[in-house]
């Protein structure tokens, strides 16, 4: 299991940007792949973004695409989530998660994979 601890996030207007920041302590973290997801009021929990444990992969939903960049260190044990062009319709709690089923798994993993996650952190986007 991969213990994770969430930084960044805040109020913003429109159209600017943000950089979320997940780090762990786990010695694993350099091994599995990576991701953030964000659930808003009323909304499931969605993808957002997912990183390969090497970093050499990423995939990102629809919505995220050509706007958000995700990122890692693995020396640091950190993760990123860039974000630009921010939208209202970003507003939501987003959190970091690891796929921690599979060490040095090829690729960006399915969604129902990531079962370790940080503690969440809030977005808000005023228009």
């Known amino acids: 299991q991969v213990q994770l601890l969430q930084s960044g996030g805040g109020l913003v207007q429109a159209g600017g940007s943000l950089t979320l920041s997940c780090e762990t302590t786990s010695r694993m973290f350099s091994m599995y792949p990576m991701g953030w997801f964000r659930e808003s009021p009323g909304k499931e929990r969605e993808f957002v973004a997912g990183i390969s444990w090497s970093g050499a992969d990423t995939d990102y939903s629809d919505s995220a695409k050509g706007r958000f960049t995700v990122s890692r260190d693995n020396v640091k044990k950190t993760l990123a989530l860039q974000m630009n062009t921010l939208k209202p319709d970003d507003t939501a709690v987003y959190y970091c998660?690891?796929?921690?089923?599979?060490?040095?798994?090829?690729?960006?993993?399915?969604?129902?994979?990531?079962?370790?996650w940080g503690q969440g952190t809030q977005v808000t986007v005023s228009s």
């Open positions: 998660a690891s796929a921690s089923f599979s060490p040095f798994y090829r690729g960006v993993p399915p969604r129902d994979k990531y079962a370790d």
